[in-house]
């Protein structure tokens, strides 16, 4: 075997090395270590050629939600497998059913399925069904973070073993997620009677998925600006942070600077207004007070979309403050358990109709959404110098936001007095005054 040429090896070794610390990187999520979408079978009722199933898909990720257009499933049978019937869901093709006398809702080897939307006829509905293909995120709302159909799954034959679906797949709305095997796991256990009797299904197969940006291949959408109230420095997104794109360059989506434009791109999913930065959305942390024992942050998030609104959106923000209490006026908030990290990390999502929606940019204003959040100081920790006070990172709806090197952070002006001298300023100014009224009123 010929000896690989040493440029070859020059050039070869760092992209190994690139992909595999990506891949690392991406598949494992410190900041949602235990986040999944989890879809299962639990087979509840046997028929003369089949079985009864309730396939539940549900989301356990902390920030990562389903957004419209909503999940989109799919698998292969192992068998001759048909689906008779559904309720709370459909498969979007019937197939050819030829050979079947009886009615059969899909014949195709490889079905694929969406929810019906909530507005559907009961005789379509299943329980817990119904929410156009929304999954909420886990932190945020776990009561519409899953969604449930039904299924009636025949032509096995009475005595056929039968297999779980092979290469199951979710797009949400996009490519992304891969899908482990559909396993045999032990049957899903519910409680009935309040509790007092533990009820069985006969069988549950079970495939968990995950997400990674990586695979997705995404542009970032989402960038993040900052400032502060002692510096008139701004500092900007970086430019080109979602991609150099041109008006007219279809690969990367459009860019547009006058809305007048904007009918002739009407069947363009994704226009933005043309920026420096070049991002669907951006989010601004401006540091606006600073007192004795607390500091205030304004949080702004704006939509630069012309034609896309974000319903149900997030902020995740990683910041050592947050250690502290921190109390946001206008946006709900929690603060999520990572692993393997010493900065916090706050999640922050709309307040229900109120501000739950961002609208997009009307071409005369941005849609935007802010806050302020008030924090408690750590008086060994906090200070303003060396850019303490700014968040290393930030994600929108899941999406890293492309920040500022550390060095472009706005700074305290020269000659200006640190944090705790400035207190010895005042304590000292307090003590002289005392001193001499004391002086005064003695004499």
Not at 107 to 136: Q, T, Y
């Amino acid at each position: 075997m010929a000896p690989i040429p040493s440029h070859v090896l020059t050039f070869a070794l760092p992209s190994i090395i690139l992909v595999a610390l990506c891949s690392l990187s991406d598949c494992y999520d410190p900041l949602d270590p235990n986040g999944n979408i989890t879809v299962t079978f639990d087979i509840h009722q046997y028929t003369s050629d089949g079985y009864v199933a309730r396939v539940t898909i549900q989301n356990y990720y902390q920030y990562r939600h389903v957004d419209k257009p909503g999940w989109t499933l799919g698998w292969t049978w192992e068998g001759n497998e048909v689906i008779w019937s559904m309720s709370g869901a459909f498969a979007t093709q019937q197939g050819n059913c030829w050979a079947f006398k009886t009615p059969a809702h899909c014949c195709n080897k490889d079905p694929v399925i969406l929810d019906l939307m909530p507005e559907a006829l009961p005789e379509n509905r299943s329980e817990d069904c119904c929410r156009g293909g929304l999954l909420s995120a886990w932190a945020i709302n776990p009561s519409k973070s899953f969604s449930s159909f039904e299924i009636t799954v025949g032509n096995l034959g009475e005595n056929s073993t039968w297999f779980p679906p092979q290469n199951l797949t979710l797009m949400e709305p996009g490519p992304g997620y891969t899908c482990g095997q559909v396993l045999d796991t032990d049957p899903t256990v519910s409680s009935d009677l309040g509790g007092r009797r533990q009820v069985q299904v006969y069988r549950t197969w079970r495939s968990t998925c995950t997400y990674s940006s990586f695979l997705a291949n995404k542009t970032p959408m989402c960038c993040a600006s900052l400032s502060t109230f002692y510096s008139p420095t701004i500092t900007s997104c970086p430019k080109c942070s979602c991609g150099c794109r041109e008006a007219a360059d279809k690969r990367t989506g459009f860019c547009i600077s006058d809305s007048n434009l904007l009918s002739k791109k009407a069947n363009t999913p994704d226009i933005v207004q043309c920026t420096d930065h070049m991002c669907p959305v951006g989010v601004h942390w401006h540091i606006k007070n600073n007192y004795m024992n607390q500091w205030r942050v304004k949080l702004t998030i704006s939509n630069y979309n012309y034609q896309r609104n974000f319903s149900d959106w997030n902020v995740l923000v990683q910041h050592p403050g947050f250690s502290q209490t921190a109390t946001a006026y206008s946006f709900n908030s929690t603060i999520l358990p990572t692993v393997g990290f010493g900065d916090e990390v706050a999640l922050l999502w709309g307040i229900e109709y109120y501000n739950t929606e961002l609208l997009n940019f009307d071409g005369d204003q941005l849609g935007s959404v802010t806050t302020e959040i008030l924090l408690d100081k750590d008086a060994d920790t906090f200070t303003l110098s060396n850019g303490w006070a700014f968040p290393p990172r930030i994600y929108f709806n899941g999406e890293n936001c492309e920040m500022a090197l550390p060095d472009t952070f706005p700074v305290l002006p020269n000659g200006s007095p640190s944090l705790r001298s400035t207190y010895c300023q005042i304590l000292s100014v307090f003590f002289t005054f005392i001193t001499l009224w004391l002086l005064g009123f003695y004499q």
